[in-house]
């Protein structure tokens, strides 16, 4: 269930928040893993533990969930912190990070890969490098999907290299994170994506505006960010400018499909809006999501009322 966020924005010294700073800074350079706390057998789907390679050559671990007499395939990437199988916020340490922004129930995608399947798709949900049981690379860092898009490359040439799913049409359900390094890697490999025939992507977001956000509701200075950024760039040699979903959405070149809670107290609509407007084709949609200011209730949206979704997979897959 959705929590209500606390916002009333404590009140710390230089020290902390120079701790804080400092933490969230190093949680970029070493990100840290949810585990898989779920599998795909618990709502009765069959399921393959699958590994295969990133396009640099990371080991990816994720589940093959096939759907019989099927030539569709969906490839499920997750958001920034999660697994395949979502995130477990009722525990610690992500309760305490995420509660006070009204995001502290847990995130289960197994659901998402029931309604999938039972809609008539194949499912291959997989985690990204440095998170679940994916390899380490690159020193640990988040990048926000500069080093990411090689994953998503790496799951579309394993899916074409599978003898089940070599001539499947293929469709992208990129969350977040997982939407960031789409778009990163639609920048950076545009070849990838020649036969891919659509994305369903909830909620993208930039790195300084989330970070903005999350310095706002701890009460920090506005003018810190730039403290922030300087910490984050020592620790993994990223600033915000390098990790800029809004110009990689300019390189979008199949039809997409965009939501995201309007009133997200971790974001500022115009930035999904900019990255909407900057996308290229005309076969595009933005849905927004209101009543909430829960970030996470846009990850469980699919679960809620999964028809809009459905109805873009089987526009361009059928």
């Known amino acids: 269930m959705t929590e209500i966020a606390t916002n009333k924005a404590p009140q710390l010294s230089n020290e902390q928040i120079n701790d804080m700073l400092q933490q969230i800074a190093d949680g970029y350079g070493q990100q840290r893993r949810s585990p898989v706390m779920h599998t795909p057998a618990e709502l009765g789907l069959d399921y393959e533990?699958?590994?295969?390679?990133?396009?640099?050559?990371?080991?990816l671990e994720g589940w093959f969930i096939p759907a019989a007499g099927s030539n569709r395939l969906i490839i499920a990437n997750h958001p920034l912190g999660f697994s395949r199988s979502g995130l477990p916020t009722q525990f610690e340490p992500w309760h305490s990070q995420w509660a006070p922004s009204g995001n502290g129930f847990e995130i289960n995608f197994i659901p998402d890969y029931k309604i999938l399947h039972d809609a008539g798709y194949?499912?291959?949900?997989?985690?990204?490098?440095?998170?679940?049981?994916?390899?380490?690379?690159?020193?640990g860092i988040a990048s926000g999907?500069?080093?990411?898009?090689?994953?998503?490359?790496?799951?579309?040439?394993?899916?074409?290299?599978?003898a089940e799913t070599r001539d499947m049409a293929i469709g992208l359900f990129s969350r977040c994170l997982g939407c960031s390094s789409t778009f990163s890697a639609m920048a950076q490999f545009p070849e990838a994506f020649n036969d891919v025939r659509c994305l369903v992507a909830p909620q993208p977001v930039s790195t300084q505006i989330i970070m903005q956000r999350r310095?706002?509701?701890?009460?920090?200075?506005?003018e810190r960010i730039k403290d922030l950024e300087q910490?984050?760039?020592?620790?993994?040699?990223?600033?915000?400018?390098?990790r800029n979903p809004r110009e990689w959405a300019k390189h979008v070149c199949i039809p997409t499909f965009l939501y995201q809670v309007h009133d997200d107290i971790l974001t500022q609509p115009s930035d999904v809006q900019t990255m909407f407007d900057n996308i290229p084709i005309a076969e595009k949609q933005l849905l927004w999501i209101y009543g909430t200011t829960a970030r996470w209730d846009g990850y469980v949206e699919f679960q809620r009322r999964p028809q809009p979704m459905l109805e873009w997979f089987a526009q361009y897959m059928s």
């Open 122 to 139: 194949n499912v291959l949900a997989y985690d990204l490098r440095n998170h679940g049981f994916s390899g380490a690379a690159n020193g």
């Open 231 to 242: 910490r984050i760039i020592l620790r993994t040699g990223l600033g915000f400018a390098a």
């Open 215 to 222: 310095l706002a509701l701890a009460g920090v200075a506005a």
């Open 49 to 59: 533990n699958v590994t295969f390679p990133s396009r640099d050559g990371v080991p």
């Open 145 to 162: 999907g500069i080093f990411e898009a090689r994953d998503v490359v790496g799951s579309l040439q394993y899916a074409r290299s599978r």
